[in-house]
Every structure is written in structure tokens, then in C-alpha cells.
């Protein structure tokens, strides 16, 4: 299975674009990158997925290189609500989820 | 009505007792999961399920079992609850062909 790399907490100005990064170095051909993200205890909520392509939706933004060795989640105006851990995964047969980043945004 | 039903939503045991956590859904998806969540940390797998007879263990399945009664039912069980199993779990269901998971509102645990 692949595995994913994401740095362990980041802080974002209120109203700046939040940029999340994860790297994937070990993804197959066929596997999709996806991200996922948790506010407090609640569970975890979809947000978008892409396999080679840059993918937009109504909540975000997803920038896979060339390579598909990485990829970047943007949210192009963060709130504070946007305040929760993010969650990027390579899916396996099973969602494996690692520790995610901590996404602050602050006013 | 939630998607994804958990009950109960939460619980206190003591330790030794048998506790069963049940998961229901109305999306008809095939696949469920049994995720365990712990204070500052990830989701870790415990159990999933790809249809009504398979059953296959997760990342961290040692004091757990569950149960495909049909496709819309998918229970965890604690045999012999023990305090380091305190914590927030969750169920979670999926199509094989779709793109996301839907997630329960979660169960926390408790074991004294």
C-alpha cells in the first residue's frame, strides 16, 4: 500500500489561501490520491479526490505533479471554520488514514 | 436521519465486560469500515467489510471482532474490555464504485 507524508500542523491567515501538501512517493498507476478532513471529533468528511489531473470542486483544490509522487490541497480562501485536521490518502482496498495535518486558520 | 447510524454514542464499561458497538446504513453501499480513534491522533483500521461475507482485519484488530449480519449492519465487539480501549470510534461505509466514504457520528467508549 502506498503511503502518505504530511507535515504535522500549519497556520493560515483567515481569508489567505490555506496550501497543504502530501507527498506519495510510493503511488501505483491506478491509485487515487484522496483527502478527507476531520473538524474536532466529528467524522471525517470527503472533500475531493483526482488521479493525474488538477481537480476543483466547491470546497477545494487538488494539484497532483507530473509525477504523482505529490500532490497539494488549496483552499483558496480560508475561514475559520476551515480549521480541522486534513487528511491526505492513497486509496488501498481500504481507507488507511495517517496522522493528517493540522490545519489552524486564524482571524 | 444520518446515512450512518452509531449506537450507542456513548458508553461506559467496566473492564472485562463484553460490549458490542452497531453501525446500520441507508446509502446501500457494499463496503464497511471499523475505525478506533484515539486523543491527537489518526484514524486507525480495525475491521472491513467488502460485502456481507467478508470480513478482513484492519491495522490494529488484536482484542476485536465483528459481525456482517447484512449489508446494512456492521458490529464491533469488545470480548474482554480493557482501559487501553478507551476511545472514539467510528463506522464508516463506502461503494466499491464510488468516490467517498460516509462517516458515523461516532461512539466514545470508555472502559474503567
Known amino acids: 500500500d502506498a503511503k502518505t507524508t504530511q507535515p504535522t500542523s500549519m497556520d493560515c491567515a483567515e481569508g489567505r489561501a490555506a496550501n497543504l501538501p502530501c507527498n506519495h512517493s510510493t503511488i501505483s498507476g491506478n491509485e487515487y490520491v484522496y483527502w478527507y478532513r476531520q473538524i474536532h471529533s466529528q467524522g471525517p468528511q470527503y472533500i475531493i479526490h483526482?488521479?493525474?489531473n488538477n481537480e476543483t470542486n466547491e470546497m477545494a483544490s487538488l494539484i497532483i505533479t507530473e509525477d504523482r509522487k505529490s500532490s497539494t490541497l488549496i483552499l483558496p480562501h480560508a475561514t475559520l471554520r476551515d480549521t480541522a485536521v486534513y487528511y491526505c490518502?492513497?486509496?488501498?482496498?481500504?481507507?488507511?488514514f495517517g496522522a493528517g495535518t493540522i490545519l489552524r486558520v486564524k482571524s | 436521519d444520518a446515512d450512518v447510524t452509531q449506537t450507542p454514542r456513548n458508553r461506559i464499561t467496566k473492564t472485562g465486560k463484553r460490549i458490542m458497538l452497531e453501525c446500520s446504513q441507508t446509502?446501500?453501499?457494499?463496503?464497511m469500515y471499523w475505525y478506533r480513534q484515539d486523543p491527537g491522533l489518526g484514524l486507525r483500521l480495525i475491521y472491513y467489510?467488502?460485502?456481507?461475507?467478508?470480513?478482513n482485519k484492519g491495522e490494529i484488530s488484536d482484542g476485536y471482532s465483528v459481525s456482517r449480519q447484512a449489508q446494512a449492519k456492521f458490529s464491533l465487539s469488545l470480548e474482554s474490555a480493557i482501559p487501553n480501549q478507551t476511545a472514539l470510534y467510528f463506522c464508516?461505509?463506502?461503494?466499491?464504485?464510488?468516490?467517498?466514504?460516509?462517516f458515523g457520528q461516532g461512539t466514545r467508549l470508555t472502559v474503567v
Open positions: 483526482g488521479l493525474k
Open positions: 467489510s467488502f460485502d456481507v461475507k467478508d470480513i
Open positions: 464508516a461505509t463506502s461503494d466499491s464504485g464510488s468516490t467517498e466514504a460516509f
Open positions: 446509502k446501500g453501499h457494499d463496503r
Open positions: 490518502i492513497v486509496r488501498p482496498p481500504a481507507l488507511v
